[in-house]
């Protein structure tokens, strides 16, 4: 199974901050690679597909990019709605796999 | 819009049965794939497999074959997980959630369901 690791496992960081988390696969992936938000008591949901298109309806200032095995998910200016858990998932090969999460806390 | 809606929470004893529903509104039900995972607390998300509404047919993960079947039922939208002989390890929070694809697919997981927590407790 493709093991899928995230970093870092949390962080802190401000209104307005830049932000990237980093997502690794243990095989190449190409470009088979997903990100989820999720908070306490709700279901994730998607932000990027294909490790770089936006999904419909999430703000601009989602962005992700990489290929093969490193990808990066980046928050261009954080606002206080973005605290929450992500997650990368890979869709290459069944089964899919998921990284553990990023908890972000917005200050 | 695309809504998938799950069946409550339950709780069983080791050895039971549980079946899980997901029903599905706002979209062409045959048209997506309905993917399973599972959250168990404070652990990773884990994929269970998917069930195609067109063909009829699934996949399972090799962790859960023999011990979980997908099924669909398009007349009334809505998916199913079945997962028997339960232990306290299936304990987690089940998840349904929709994808364009099967196998290799650039399509992620959109909608998802809210989740139906399964607490295995004797």
């Known amino acids: 199974d493709i093991q899928m690791t995230q970093s870092p496992s949390s962080l802190s960081a401000s209104v307005g901050d830049r932000v990237t988390i980093s997502c690794r696969a243990s095989?190449?992936?190409?470009?088979?690679l997903n990100w989820y938000q999720q908070t306490p008591g709700k279901a994730p949901r998607l932000l990027i597909y294909g490790a770089s298109t936006l999904q419909s309806g999430v703000p601009s200032r989602f962005s992700g990019s990489g290929s093969g095995t490193d990808f990066t998910l980046t928050i261009s200016s954080l606002q206080p709605e973005d605290s929450a858990t992500y997650f990368c998932?890979?869709?290459?090969?069944?089964?899919?796999?998921f990284g553990q999460g990023t908890k972000l806390e917005v200050k | 819009q695309m809504q998938l809606v799950q069946s409550g929470a339950e709780m069983r004893k080791p050895g039971a049965s549980v079946k899980i529903s997901c029903k599905a509104s706002g979209y062409s039900f045959t048209d997506y794939f309905m993917h399973w995972m599972r959250q168990a607390p404070g652990q990773e998300f884990e994929w269970m497999g998917w069930s195609n509404p067109l063909s009829g047919g699934a996949e399972y993960s090799r962790k859960f074959q023999g011990r979980v079947t997908l099924t669909t039922d398009t007349s009334i939208t809505t998916a199913y997980m079945e997962l028997t002989s339960l232990t306290y390890d299936d304990t987690a929070i089940y998840y349904c959630?929709?994808?364009?694809?099967?196998?290799?697919?650039?399509?992620?997981?959109?909608?998802w369901g809210q989740g139906s927590l399964v607490a295995v407790s004797s």
């Open positions: 998932q890979q869709s290459y090969i069944n089964p899919r796999t």
């Open positions: 959630a929709a994808s364009r694809g099967g196998g290799r697919s650039l399509s992620g997981f959109d909608p």
């Open positions: 095989q190449k992936i190409t470009t088979y």
